[in-house]
């Protein structure tokens, strides 16, 4: 059996052969769902599931073959170490097209359920034998309030400055929040360039260009707002800007307004990790679950997470209840000390790490540099469960 847990992306219609499928590969214990396309994706949806995912296994239906062929390429090219298996007819022609595609292990209609289930531990126990390799791209994390003013920006500007203290990683702070500029201040920048200059110059984006568009705090790097600019952005070049990002960097972090428009839906369809910043309060709540409906319905419910920020134990609203509410974990509590939060916005400076605050950041620093760090996991609720039978019910881990 394998050794190590397994990934597969399955891009095929439902139908027996592929209902069969999913049993067989069930049936190995060696491999976990990353996700389930029932028609062939845009090249930009194929190319997001690759970075974010890299899954070890790519289960592909053949009926389109000029489609299939496209998708083999691009898989090829971003992720070499995907194994694809095609689901196709068995014929001269097909068998022929798959050989030239590169793609040397097929399944079809007449493959039956233990002809199956020997295939998929076959390559299950193949893909265990091969080394783990290193992702090629940094991780991108997003942070946004669930309301104004609930200390995202804090948040996300101090546990990206600790990143650079604790590890060796390339880590970038980008400001897409144009309504605010916090970053600027907590880091008293007095910037030449800004995230207009570099949205304005993406299409060209090359190493040295940027080194003279970022600014530069100690070992971090960052990417500060135009907060005077309230020209139109085009979502396309937000999407590119982070995949730079992503390129360039170990970690990526960035700051968003809370404000779901097409420039941030953009950008956290590019995270591998979004944090929505909440608090206790009532009003907090109720837009909390207006936000967290929407990302679900973008399709970006796995990587949720909440940082429940300015937190009292004796609260009404405890952490596991605001867990259970919204249906996503809770990742971290950060203690009240509005206080001394409101001291270091007003000084420009950011939160001492022997503070309660202080360690409460540190403690996510380290979790976000070291991966074997796990996230805590919330129970699927009921009707989540039913209404996604296919989908993992639970949420993964880093």
Known sequence: MASRTLNYLMIARENAVVNGIRDA???????????????YPEESTLLRLLRLNTPDLLILDFSDLLKAQRTVSVVQQESPTTEIVAVCEENVSILATLLRSGVRDYVTPSNGPEDLLNTFRALAERLSRKPVLEHKGGEVISFLPAKPGAGASTIVANVAHLTTRISKKRVLLADLDRNSGVLSFLFKLRPEHTLRD?????????????SRLRSQVGELDVLPADVESSAATDAARVGKLVQFFHRAYDLSFLDLSGQLDNLAIEALLESKK??????????CQHLLLRKIERLRRTGLDKQLRLIVNRYLPRHVMTAERIADLAGVPVELTIPNNYELATCSINEGALVKTDTNLGRSFKKLADSLVDERIEIPKSRPRFLEFIAQPFMKSNVETA
Not at 198 to 210: C, H, I, K, R, Y
């Open 25 to 39: 590969i069930g049936g190995t214990f060696a491999f976990e769902p990353v996700e389930w396309l029932k028609d």
């Open 198 to 210: 570099a949205l304005n110059t993406v299409a060209d984006m090359d190493g040295d260009m940027w």
């Open 274 to 283: 979004i944090y929505v910043v909440c608090t206790q309060e009532l009003a």
